[in-house]
């Protein structure tokens, strides 16, 4: 079974400029997360998806991240305009689906980013 | 307080020891429990999920303690390959996977 895929797995960019990440969950799997995990610290929960729909987006600093899943399987995440503090790894996940007891959540490789 | 706190370490220890991890919660509303294993610039893996009454897998024991709030996991018999930093993750839904919480982990470095 494929598992999540993520692109690119890794990005520099100067600051205050633009950037985009994309996932793509594993086949059937209706939540979607997007991590960052900045270096030394665990992966904060950045914005969930249920299908296409947004279930918690409360950690999303949405003056500079947005995220989408149009049609309820793959997603980007965008940053613009990026700042030297968003260096960190940004991970996605995905599990069938909510409301199941102790369900795992599988983690794609990452997107590394540099901010310079 | 932080949501999720582990002592980062790291952790030196001699192969075939036993090691344990504790790790406190915050949020007495938590409803599921899980360990998960990051190898270095690897993406986080479910270890295992931790039970009210306890679970053990293979050399791997974790416990929960809601009345104190913490989680714990045990490894006898360590080996090389369980060098990893291990993360202790909670929700706050019964739903499992839903608002996942993850501590900053902690670093086990197992030497020959």
């Known amino acids: 079974e494929a598992g999540v895929a993520q692109s690119p797995r890794y990005k520099i960019i100067e600051k205050r400029q633009s950037v985009a990440f994309w996932c793509n969950p594993i086949s059937g799997h209706a939540t979607l997360y997007w991590y960052q995990q900045i270096l030394g610290q665990g992966p904060k929960l950045l914005i969930q998806?249920?299908?296409?729909?947004?279930?918690?987006d409360s950690q999303l600093p949405k003056d500079r991240f947005s995220a989408e899943r149009l049609k309820g399987v793959d997603s980007t995440l965008k940053i613009q305009p990026a700042k030297l503090e968003d260096s960190a790894v940004y991970l996605c996940a995905s599990t069938l689906a909510r409301g199941f007891m102790n369900t795992e959540a599988f983690f794609g490789q990452g997107t590394r980013l540099t901010v310079v | 307080r932080k949501e999720v706190e582990q002592d980062p370490g790291p952790f030196n220890v001699p192969e075939g020891a036993t090691v344990a991890f504790n790790c406190t919660y915050s949020?007495?509303?938590?409803?599921?429990f899980f360990w998960y294993r990051q190898d270095c610039r690897k993406e986080p893996k479910l270890l295992m999920s931790?039970?009210?009454s306890g679970n053990e897998d293979g050399r791997f024991t974790a416990q929960l303690n809601r009345a104190s709030q913490y989680i714990s996991l045990l490894i006898r018999d360590s080996k090389l390959s369980d060098s990893a930093t291990y993360l202790c993750?909670?929700?706050?839904?019964?739903?499992?996977?839903?608002?996942?919480?993850f501590g900053k982990g902690t670093h086990l470095i197992i030497q020959p």
């Open positions: 993750v909670v929700s706050p839904s019964g739903g499992g996977a839903d608002g996942l919480t």
């Open positions: 931790v039970y009210s």
């Open positions: 998806f249920q299908n296409n729909g947004v279930v918690d």
């Open positions: 949020n007495s509303a938590s409803q599921s």
